[in-house]
């Protein structure tokens, strides 16, 4: 369908680029929207508020049965597990145990109409068998136009030669019907229906902060694809920051960002090749490093450029001869990572980013 990849990204790029530029208007619009389908919307600022108030939403003492559908489940909620028992989502699909709540994370929310899109879920088969559903979203996780979807949904899935539309694309814009199933000892199966109470929580978690800063701002066209995880060398190895993770964090922790970037990127430049909305990562992190270089003191400021110039300098490393004594002096302590660059045939570092820099000059 998509014959250009490259117009599509663009496309994809501008589509969350109007969004991001305008969010709090589109969110009251949005939320507007849910109210009168009948969906309860609650603003959440953090990972603990989460977790406390779907605890809140439990009706029994204890002994309540969840099952999440997240990428992962918030921390905080693992430690109030006194609270409930949890049901994987594959027990609860095969009618092993009852489950009165369902926790998952919506992909995108369409303002235009108010409707909630959920992608390749591994309980959409269990909506409608909970009494809450619990629906995360991200605050930056929305679209203006129902026809905006159709090139991000595309990007989702797939990889640079091979994109696809998912498989499973749900749509919630009202809550869905709870079967009830009442047996009379065992005879006179009779099915009822009734509304399942849907939550959707406007989560913050940060993005709010992301948002103030003009320049990483962009970060915030994501749309949790995964793919700058996969080709990222040093998360393969570490697995400590994914590329937009790296990002997002350089917002939060004043004193450990610095080392934190200069620690766990290589300016490789394979998550700007990968990412499907078109975010610079190289460009957001050497502002972000440039910027750390600008704040320090002069003591500081030194070894800061020494590391940052190396960084940069690290696209330029044409011969084998350069790139074993740059990652021999980078990476002393880190053995696998060391070892896995030096694997690494030329050209592994992302020249092409380093020719833009140096036009750029
Ligand atoms: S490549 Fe990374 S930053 Fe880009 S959309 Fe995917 S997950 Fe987000």
Same mark, same amino acid.
């Given at each position: 369908?998509?014959?250009?990849?490259?117009?599509? =990204?663009?496309?994809?790029?501008?589509?969350?680029?109007?969004?991001?530029?305008?969010? %709090?208007?589109? $969110?009251?619009?949005?939320?507007?929207?849910?109210?009168?389908?009948?969906?309860?919307?609650?603003?959440?600022?953090?990972?603990?508020?989460?977790?406390?108030?779907?605890?809140? &939403?439990?009706?029994?003492?204890?002994?309540?049965?969840?099952?999440?559908?997240?990428? &992962?489940?918030?921390?905080?909620?693992? %430690?109030?597990?006194?609270?409930?028992?949890?049901?994987?989502?594959?027990?609860?699909?095969?009618?092993?145990?009852?489950?009165?709540?369902?926790?998952?994370?919506?992909?995108?929310?369409?303002?235009?109409?108010?409707?909630?899109?959920?992608?390749?879920? %591994?309980?959409? &088969?269990?909506?409608?068998?909970?009494?809450?559903?619990?629906?995360?979203?991200?605050?930056?996780?929305?679209?203006?136009?129902?026809?905006?979807?159709?090139?991000?949904?595309?990007?989702?899935?797939?990889?640079? #030669?091979?994109?696809?539309?998912?498989?499973?694309?749900?749509?919630?814009?009202?809550?869905?019907?709870?079967?009830?199933?009442?047996?009379?000892?065992?005879?006179?199966?009779?099915?009822?229906?009734?509304?399942?109470?849907?939550?959707?929580?406007?989560?913050?978690?940060?993005?709010?902060?992301?948002?103030?800063?003009?320049?990483?701002?962009?970060?915030?066209?994501?749309?949790?694809?995964?793919?700058?995880?996969?080709?990222?060398?040093?998360?393969?190895?570490?697995?400590?920051?994914?590329?937009?993770?790296?990002?997002?964090?350089?917002?939060?922790?004043? #004193?450990?960002?610095?080392?934190?970037?200069?620690?766990?990127?290589? $300016?490789?430049?394979?998550?700007?090749?990968?990412?499907?909305? $078109?975010?610079?990562?190289?460009?957001?992190?050497?502002?972000?490093?440039?910027?750390?270089?600008?704040?320090? &003191?002069? %003591?500081?400021?030194?070894?800061?450029?020494?590391?940052?110039? =190396?960084?940069?300098?690290?696209?330029?490393?044409?011969?084998?001869?350069?790139?074993?004594?740059?990652?021999? =002096?980078?990476?002393?302590?880190?053995?696998?990572?060391?070892?896995?660059?030096?694997?690494?045939?030329?050209?592994?570092?992302?020249?092409?980013?380093?020719?833009? #820099?140096?036009?750029?000059?």
């Amino acid at each position: 369908m998509f014959q250009d990849i490259q117009y599509i =990204k663009t496309r994809a790029n501008l589509i969350r680029q109007s969004y991001i530029e305008d969010m %709090e208007k589109h $969110l009251l619009a949005f939320e507007q929207k849910l109210i009168n389908n009948g969906i309860q919307v609650v603003w959440i600022k953090e990972e603990k508020e989460l977790s406390e108030t779907i605890l809140k &939403s439990f009706s029994k003492p204890n002994n309540n049965k969840i099952a999440f559908d997240l990428p &992962s489940i918030p921390k905080d909620f693992q %430690e109030k597990n006194a609270f409930f028992k949890q049901i994987s989502i594959k027990e609860f699909e095969d009618f092993k145990d009852q489950v009165e709540h369902l926790v998952v994370k919506a992909n995108f929310g369409v303002v235009e109409n108010g409707t909630l899109v959920l992608v390749d879920k %591994e309980s959409k &088969s269990c909506f409608n068998k909970v009494e809450y559903l619990h629906i995360i979203l991200d605050l930056n996780n929305l679209v203006i136009k129902q026809s905006d979807l159709e090139p991000l949904l595309y990007l989702l899935k797939g990889d640079n #030669n091979n994109f696809s539309f998912p498989k499973d694309i749900k749509f919630i814009s009202g809550p869905i019907s709870q079967i009830i199933n009442s047996t009379n000892f065992g005879f006179d199966e009779k099915f009822t229906t009734k509304p399942v109470k849907t939550i959707v929580y406007f989560y913050d978690n940060g993005i709010t902060t992301i948002l103030e800063d003009t320049v990483l701002r962009e970060s915030l066209y994501c749309i949790d694809c995964g793919k700058c995880k996969n080709v990222c060398p040093v998360y393969k190895h570490t697995q400590n920051f994914t590329p937009i993770e790296l990002v997002y964090n350089n917002c939060f922790d004043e #004193n450990r960002k610095t080392t934190q970037i200069f620690e766990n990127t290589t $300016l490789c430049g394979n998550c700007n090749e990968v990412c499907p909305v $078109l975010i610079p990562f190289t460009d957001l992190l050497i502002f972000e490093m440039q910027k750390a270089k600008n704040k320090h &003191s002069r %003591e500081r400021n030194i070894d800061l450029y020494k590391y940052f110039s =190396k960084r940069v300098r690290m696209n330029k490393l044409y011969t084998w001869y350069n790139k074993y004594f740059f990652i021999k =002096k980078q990476y002393p302590k880190n053995k696998k990572l060391a070892n896995y660059f030096k694997e690494q045939k030329l050209p592994f570092f992302n020249i092409k980013m380093s020719h833009k #820099n140096e036009s750029n000059d």
